[in-house]
């Protein structure tokens, strides 16, 4: 046990795990949150899919088709992406990442082929990208393969358990500073995290001169 007279909590998020039929039992290797530290399992594959239509999504697709020369297929479950600017139009204009727009995993297995996913239409108007798929003919895919599946869709804060003596609430501290992520929930900037940090640093040491 560590006591402390102030606690800056800077401990980011963890990924969110989507409510999707059979993904807790995918075998270890199969399911990933993230490329950093999934380099062996990347080497080793063919094929991704990754579920989410955000920054990280795009970003992570992008990775797995440059650095690790898989074929992708990023699964967003809205018409349009979140992600933006040079980040989108790269992932767009790639010739080895599929992107299907109104889709949504329902399901996942684990087969002889690696991942099966069964997805189905979320919106009237599904969309394929031709870039990739034989099948220009804009048909919703219903049951995809993969490899891998990694899914991108979203964070949240990983709040480390941190008791208060006399009975009160967390809140109520006053040398108690959750920044960054994990104040945030979601991928924020580095840059403000660490400015966040200093101001934190700031206030804490205001606040122990003052007691
Ligand atoms: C794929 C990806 C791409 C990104 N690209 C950019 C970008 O281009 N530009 C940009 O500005 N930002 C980018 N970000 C976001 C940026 O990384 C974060 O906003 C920033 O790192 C947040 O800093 P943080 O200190 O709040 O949390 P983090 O950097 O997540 O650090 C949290 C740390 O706390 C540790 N920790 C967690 N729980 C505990 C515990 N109980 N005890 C002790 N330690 C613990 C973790 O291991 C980790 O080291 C990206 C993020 C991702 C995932």
């Known amino acids: 046990m560590i006591q402390a007279r102030a606690v800056i909590v800077a401990t980011g998020t963890r990924p969110r795990v989507p409510d999707i039929a059979g993904l807790s039992s995918l075998p270890d290797g199969s399911v990933i949150y993230g490329v950093a530290g999934a380099k062996e399992i990347l080497s080793a594959a063919d094929s991704i899919m990754i579920i989410g239509g955000g920054e990280a999504a795009f970003d992570y697709a992008l990775s797995c088709a440059v650095r ?7 699964l967003i479950r809205s018409q349009q992406p979140r992600a933006r600017g040079w980040l989108r139009d790269k992932v767009l204009s790639s010739s080895t990442i599929r992107v299907v727009t109104g889709m949504q995993v329902t399901s996942v297995s684990h087969t002889s082929h690696g991942v099966q996913a069964i997805i189905e239409p979320s919106l009237k108007k599904p969309y ?3 870039s990739y798929s034989k099948n220009k003919s804009n048909t919703p895919v219903t049951v995809l393969h993969a490899d891998v599946i990694l899914p991108a869709t979203g964070r949240i ?4 358990e941190i008791s208060v003596p006399d009975g009160s ?5 006053s040398c108690l500073h959750i920044i960054g992520d994990a ?5 924020g900037q580095a840059t403000a995290a660490a400015g966040e940090g200093l101001l934190a640093a ?5 606040c122990l001169n003052s007691e």
């Open 169 to 173: 609430n967390l809140e109520s501290l």
């Open 157 to 160: 804060p990983e709040l480390p």
């Open 68 to 74: 690790f020369n898989l074929k992708v297929t990023l």
């Open 202 to 206: 700031m206030e804490v040491s205001r």
């Open 183 to 187: 104040r945030l929930g979601s991928l």
């Open 128 to 130: 394929i990208s031709s």
